[in-house]
């Protein structure tokens, strides 16, 4: 059974810096695709950044400079650290997996083109 376990969320002051960890459990084959997502309180979910399996990514706007995904193919494990947060980082963080017939270059952004999700994390910062 496909299990993705996050951690690293918690309460930080504005400046600081977190790194968030998911591990995708119960598979035999990497995901092609990987990805975090965050959802601030009253809000629609969106993407912060992707990753391909072979290591191109790319980041939300909002998140550019600060921010760094990165994957470990061999541990089926993504990252995300992020530095100089802010207080309108806040929100739930999700990662997500894809299996899907995608080149080892082709960043996957849409969440519908993900299929396992992990439980979320909760990133707080205060000002």
């Known amino acids: 059974q496909v299990q993705m376990v996050e951690s690293g969320g918690g309460l930080v002051q504005a400046g600081s810096s977190l790194t968030l960890s998911c591990a995708v459990t119960?598979?035999?084959?990497?995901?092609?695709?990987m990805g975090w997502f965050r959802q601030a309180p009253g809000k629609q979910r969106e993407l912060v950044a992707a990753?391909?399996?072979?290591?191109?990514?790319n980041c939300a706007d909002s998140v550019k400079g600060r921010f760094t995904i990165s994957r470990d193919n061999a541990k089926n494990t993504v990252y995300l650290q992020m530095n100089s947060l802010k207080p309108e980082d806040t929100g739930v963080y999700y990662c997500?997996?894809?299996?899907?017939?995608?080149?080892?270059?082709?960043?996957?952004?849409?969440?519908?083109?993900?299929?396992?999700w992990g439980q979320g994390t909760q990133v707080t910062v205060s000002p």
């Open positions: 990753i391909a399996s072979g290591g191109r990514a």
């Open positions: 997500a997996a894809a299996w899907g017939p995608y080149r080892p270059c082709t960043v996957v952004a849409g969440q519908g083109q993900y299929e396992w």
């Open positions: 119960g598979v035999t084959l990497s995901p092609s695709a």
